[in-house]
């Protein structure tokens, strides 16, 4: 078999059950090892297959982009889901953020939320996300804040609120 056709065979095999290993196309082709491997490094330098270890799958449709670039993608549905997302928080509560694009817009949402201390006075929000914290404003103070509780105590007793986390 030629090594277009058997490249062929390869992408077809690749694409019918999502990854090849090369001793399961050894079987297949009858073709030595360090065959199976110039091939799927040739289908590799051209892109057609990434190679992992025994073998390559086809390439990711996923591209990483930046952070930035995110923050454009879909804003109009962020700010959507932003503005559905404070309408759900009450007044007098503690919310803790995570990171991304979406949550970001949810911040920027809540700087004119009329719950917890009304649009003229501070926010204190606890979050991880760099983003939030630099992109929020003047008007909420960031504390970063682990997830979770402190160790001790019987079940069901809440954390004592003195002890810092």
Same mark, same amino acid.
């Given at each position: 078999?030629?090594?277009?056709?058997?490249?062929?065979? @390869? !992408?077809? @095999?690749?694409? =019918? +059950?999502?990854?090849?290993? /090369?001793? =399961?196309?050894? +079987?297949?082709?009858?073709?030595? %090892?360090?065959?199976?491997? =110039?091939? !799927?490094? +040739?289908?590799?330098? +051209?892109?057609? !297959?990434?190679? /992992?270890?025994?073998?390559?799958? !086809? %390439?990711?449709?996923?591209?990483?982009?930046?952070?930035?670039?995110?923050?454009?993608?879909?804003?109009?549905?962020?700010?959507? @889901?932003?503005?559905?997302?404070?309408?759900? @928080?009450?007044?007098?509560?503690?919310?803790?953020?995570?990171?991304?694009?979406?949550?970001?817009?949810?911040?920027?949402?809540?700087?004119?939320?009329?719950?917890?201390?009304?649009?003229?006075e501070q926010h204190q929000h606890r979050g991880d996300s760099v983003g939030e914290s630099g992109r929020a404003g003047d008007r909420v103070r960031w504390q970063p804040a682990p997830v979770g509780w402190r160790a001790g105590g =019987?079940?069901?007793?809440?954390?004592?609120?003195?002890?810092?986390?």
């Amino acid at each position: 078999m030629s090594t277009t056709l058997r490249k062929s065979e @390869i !992408l077809n @095999i690749a694409r =019918r +059950e999502g990854k090849v290993t /090369v001793d =399961r196309l050894v +079987e297949l082709l009858g073709v030595t %090892p360090q065959t199976i491997r =110039r091939d !799927l490094t +040739e289908l590799s330098d +051209e892109g057609a !297959l990434d190679r /992992v270890h025994g073998g390559a799958v !086809l %390439p990711s449709s996923t591209a990483n982009i930046g952070y930035d670039a995110r923050r454009q993608l879909n804003q109009s549905a962020k700010v959507d @889901i932003a503005r559905a997302c404070a309408r759900q @928080i009450p007044n007098d509560c503690c919310i803790f953020l995570n990171i991304g694009t979406t949550t970001e817009a949810v911040a920027q949402e809540l700087l004119h939320h009329k719950g917890s201390a009304g649009r003229d006075e501070q926010h204190q929000h606890r979050g991880d996300s760099v983003g939030e914290s630099g992109r929020a404003g003047d008007r909420v103070r960031w504390q970063p804040a682990p997830v979770g509780w402190r160790a001790g105590g =019987r079940a069901g007793d809440r954390p004592d609120p003195s002890v810092p986390l």
